[in-house]
C-alpha cells in the first residue's frame, strides 16, 4: 500500500507524547458527586492546575506533547460521557483548561484530547430524553435502540433495550449511521480544536465503522488541516482502519505485546517478526507506539527482569512511530491491571502536587528516559525511518534504523554472559554499551547498545 502513504500533519514528525489519565492523576472522586444536584449545578474542583504544574517535568522528560484521557463531564471513569462540551467538574472548569493550553503553548507542548464517540453514559442528555420522551424524543435516532412492545406502544417509565459496549450497559452505544451523531462528534471536535488543543485520540476507533470516521475526519480537516487524528485499535488491520477512516494513525498493540513478551520469553525472534510487521505498517501511515497506557499493566510490572527495562525504552525510541510515555512509566511505577470493578485503579494512581515529591528511587529510569528521548529528538528522521533486522537469535537481536542516508544500528541482549552480536554498519556507541569490531558489537550480560552507522 506504498501509493496510500498518509504523512499526517508537519509537527507530529517531531511530537512526543506524555501521556496522563487526568481523574486519576489529580485524584478526584471515584464518581461524579452531584450531591443530588443536576449535572450543571455540580460542585468544581478546581484540580487541572495540579497538572499544569508538572507540564516542565514533561519538557524535563523531553516530551512536546501532552495526550490527555478524558477531560469532559462524565459519570464515573471518563469514559462515560454525560458532555462534550463541559470539562469534569471533578476537573475544574473551562478557565481551569484554558490555563492548561496556555500554559502548555507558552512551553511548545502539543495537547491531545481523548474523544469518546462510540457511547455516551446513561445520564447523557441525548439518552435521558429517551427515557423521558419515547420513541418521539428528538435524539431517539442516535441509538441503536429495541422498543419491547415496538415504538407505537410506548408508554412512560418504558425502556428501550439499546446496544451498549462490550456488555457494558451503562455505556450506550451511538448509532454511527445517523447523520446527526456524525454532525455532533464533528462539532465537538472542532469546538475543542478551536479552543487551541492540536488532535484527537477516538476511543473505541475498532467498534466504530470506519465510514464514520472518515466523513467525521473529513469535516475536521476541512477546518482545521493539521489537526492529528489517531484510533485506539487494539487488533485487526491498522492500514485498513487508517485508510479507511481517514486517520493519521493508530495504537500499535502488536509491537506493544511483542516487546515485553519476547523480553520475558527470551524469544527476541518474536520481537523481529513485529519488527518486520511494523515495517508494513510505515508503508502506509506512522503508528502511534507505546510502552504502557491507561488500559496495561505497567511495563515496569509487566517485564519479568527488571533489567530489560531499558531494552523496551531502547526499542520504542529506535523506531518508526510516534512514540507515547505514559505517565509515571519514566519513573518506573508499578501497577498490575486486573479483570475486576476497580481493576484499573493500580495504573491510573493519584500523582504528588509537585515532581519534587517523586521518589528518588525512579530517578535512573527517568534520566535513561532523558538520554533515549534526546537520542531520538536529535535524530527526527526515527519518526517514520524503516528497519532492517541484522541478526536474530533467542536472546539476541539487531537491527538498523534508517531513513535515506541517516541510519543507527541497535543491539539488545538478554543473556546472563557477554554476548557478540552481528552489526554490519555499526559505528560509534550512541548510548549503552558495547565493544565494536569488525561488523559485530559485543554486549555485556543483559546488554544493550545504539550505535551510528559507519559510512
Known amino acids: 500500500m506504498s501509493g496510500t502513504h498518509r504523512p499526517g500533519p508537519d509537527w507530529a514528525r517531531h511530537v512526543i507524547w506524555w501521556h496522563v489519565y487526568p481523574l486519576g492523576f489529580v485524584g ?17 474542583r478546581h484540580r487541572l492546575e495540579r497538572l499544569t504544574g508538572w507540564l516542565d517535568h514533561a519538557v524535563r522528560l523531553g516530551a512536546s506533547g501532552l495526550a490527555l484521557g478524558p477531560v469532559f463531564a462524565s459519570e464515573s471513569h471518563g ?53 423521558e420522551q419515547g ?66 485520540r477516538l476511543d473505541a476507533a475498532y467498534a466504530v465503522p470506519a465510514a464514520f470516521w472518515a466523513k467525521v475526519a473529513d469535516r475536521v480537516r476541512a477546518r482545521h488541516p493539521d489537526a492529528y487524528l489517531m484510533g485506539e485499535v487494539i487488533q485487526g488491520d491498522y492500514a485498513a482502519a487508517v485508510t479507511g477512516g481517514h486517520l493519521d494513525s493508530v495504537t500499535q498493540y502488536e509491537l506493544w505485546k511483542a516487546i515485553w513478551s519476547s523480553l520475558n520469553d527470551r524469544n527476541l525472534f518474536e520481537l523481529a517478526h513485529a519488527l518486520r510487521r511494523h515495517d508494513e505498517f510505515l508503508d502506509t501511515f506512522v503508528p502511534y ?37 505514559y505517565a509515571g512509566d519514566e519513573h518506573a511505577f508499578r501497577g498490575v491491571k486486573e479483570d475486576r470493578a476497580g481493576g484499573d485503579d493500580a495504573v491510573r494512581p493519584e500523582f504528588p502536587e509537585s515532581p519534587d515529591d517523586l521518589s528518588p528511587l525512579g530517578l535512573p529510569t527517568f534520566h535513561r528516559h532523558q538520554e533515549l528521548i534526546g537520542l531520538r529528538r ?60 569488525d561488523g559485530r558489537v559485543t554486549l555485556p550480560p543483559h546488554g544493550w547498545a545504539v550505535l551510528s552507522r559507519s559510512s
Open 28 to 44: 478526584a472522586e471515584p464518581r461524579a458527586d452531584d450531591g443530588g444536584r443536576a449535572p450543571r449545578d455540580q460542585v468544581v
Open 135 to 200: 420513541p418521539a424524543a428528538p435524539t431517539a435516532s442516535w441509538f441503536r435502540l429495541r422498543w419491547p412492545d415496538g415504538p407505537e406502544a410506548w408508554k412512560p417509565g418504558t425502556e428501550p433495550d439499546y446496544d451498549d459496549f462490550e456488555g457494558h450497559h451503562h455505556l450506550v452505544a451511538l448509532d454511527h449511521t445517523e447523520p446527526a451523531v456524525a454532525a455532533h462528534v464533528a462539532d465537538v471536535m472542532n469546538h475543542w480544536l478551536d479552543r487551541g488543543i492540536s488532535g484527537w
Open 378 to 437: 536529535r535524530h527526527p528522521w526515527l519518526h517514520a525511518a524503516r528497519t532492517t533486522i541484522l541478526d536474530t537469535a533467542n536472546e539476541h537481536l539487531s537491527y538498523a534504523t534508517s531513513a535515506g542516508a541517516d541510519g543507527i544500528v541497535v543491539a539488545l541482549s538478554t543473556a546472563a554472559t557477554a554476548t557478540t552480536v552481528r552489526a554490519p554498519g555499526a559505528g560509534r556507541l550512541l548510548a549503552g554499551r558495547g565493544d565494536v569490531a
Open 79 to 131: 469514559y462515560d460521557t454525560t458532555d462534550h462540551y463541559r470539562i469534569d467538574p471533578r476537573l475544574g472548569d473551562d478557565a481551569d483548561l484554558d490555563a492548561l493550553l496556555k500554559a502548555a503553548a507558552e512551553r511548545g507542548v502539543r495537547v491531545l484530547f481523548d474523544g469518546v464517540f462510540h457511547h455516551v453514559g446513561r445520564s447523557h442528555p441525548a439518552f435521558q430524553a429517551v427515557l
Open 289 to 325: 507506539t507505546f510502552l504502557g497506557n491507561h488500559d496495561v499493566t505497567r511495563i515496569a510490572s509487566r517485564l519479568a527482569d527488571e533489567r530489560h527495562l531499558d531494552h523496551a525504552l531502547v526499542v520504542l525510541t529506535t523506531v518508526g512511530g510516534t512514540p507515547a510515555i
